[in-house]
């Protein structure tokens, strides 16, 4: 009787401390998935699955240690890779980073999604998500490792590596 | 350049790009909007409103189709007349011409061997009644000036 009479209140306040995540994580979290799907609908649609997974996962006791921003782009992360995986109609897949953008992008966007485009070819796939995590959004070796599954030690490789290729072709950053 | 202003270099350029997709992000919808699962973002959203407005168009087409066939289909049955007028009254030229085919040999009715069947055993009484009827056919022929009587006219 007693978890019974507890649990609403709980299950309020726990609701009112997710959503006040949710809403602080949005905007980053459309950008991550942004970087991972490049295209503006697709990413929209993964953030909102990380957030209902993330929601599922709260309710379980499954929240974050501690920063819920990592947690939250590991979800994300791992949406993209369930539904690259998943098999589905060819018109229906999720776009993909190498993918042309949408016709009905903006110029803006097709110049950013251009640009990302010529860092990345620079680099492998691995360095160029260590150096958007680093610095688009300032995380650490820890939370970066986190998120891709690599050791501290094994993020600060892929940052000086790419970073070193970045380097040999400084006029990508030009462009 | 030393290694510090390349990095910042970098990053500074990295938000230069990533300000301009921020802007085109959608608010964060309500929370039990979402997780209710209701397309209300992204792709899923646009789908819905994409089939929905496929739907709409497909039931219009449909209808119009559907109209256009009535009126090509035909004409009702009572075309050209009064609802009341008898059957009698149609003309002729109003019914369809009557085409008449040639006879054409058919390869399938060249004669072939007669099967073999009992003869007929016909009594000698019955035979002259058959005999009779034919001369007394003849003799009406005759009659009739020696022209061929048309059991039609």
């Keep these: ?175 | 350049m030393s290694s510090y202003d390349f990095e910042q270099d970098l990053r500074d350029r990295m938000r230069e790009r990533a300000a301009v997709i921020d802007r085109t992000i959608s608010p964060a919808p309500p929370l039990r909007t979402l997780l209710a699962g209701r397309p209300a973002t992204g792709r899923a959203r646009m789908s819905t409103r994409l089939g929905l407005a496929l739907a709409v168009a497909t039931v219009a087409a449909a209808t119009v189709a559907v109209l256009a066939l009535a009126t090509i289909s035909g004409p009702p049955l009572s075309h050209g007349l009064a609802p009341s007028s008898p059957l009698s009254s149609v003309t002729p030229s109003a019914r369809p011409p009557i085409t008449t085919l040639a006879p054409t040999p058919s390869p399938s009715t060249e004669p072939s061997e007669p099967t073999k069947s009992p003869p007929p055993t016909v009594s000698a009484g019955v035979l002259n009644v058959a005999v009779a009827s034919a001369q007394g056919d003849a003799s009406t022929l005759a009659i009739g000036g020696g022209r061929t009587a048309s059991p039609w006219r």
């Design chain 1, 1 to 175: 009787l007693r978890v019974a009479e507890a649990s609403p209140a709980r299950t309020l306040e726990s609701d009112a401390a997710f959503e006040q995540i949710y809403l602080a994580a949005w905007p980053r979290l459309c950008r991550y998935a942004w970087v991972l799907v490049r295209h503006h609908e697709d990413a929209e649609d993964v953030a909102a699955e990380a957030i209902r997974r993330a929601y599922a996962a709260w309710q379980s006791g499954r929240g974050p240690a501690a920063d819920p921003i990592p947690w939250l782009f590991l979800i994300a992360r791992r949406v993209v890779i369930d539904r690259n995986r998943r098999p589905v109609l060819p018109w229906c897949r999720l776009s993909r980073a190498d993918d042309p953008p949408a016709p009905a992008d903006s110029l803006g966007r097709v110049e950013a999604a251009v640009w990302f485009d010529q860092l990345r070819d620079c680099m492998s796939p691995r360095q160029h998500e260590a150096i958007v995590l680093r610095f688009l959004f300032d995380m650490g070796d820890d939370q970066i490792g986190r998120i891709m599954g690599l050791s501290p030690a094994g993020v600060r490789t892929n940052v000086s590596r790419g970073l070193a290729a970045l380097r040999k072709r400084p006029e990508v950053l030009d462009r």
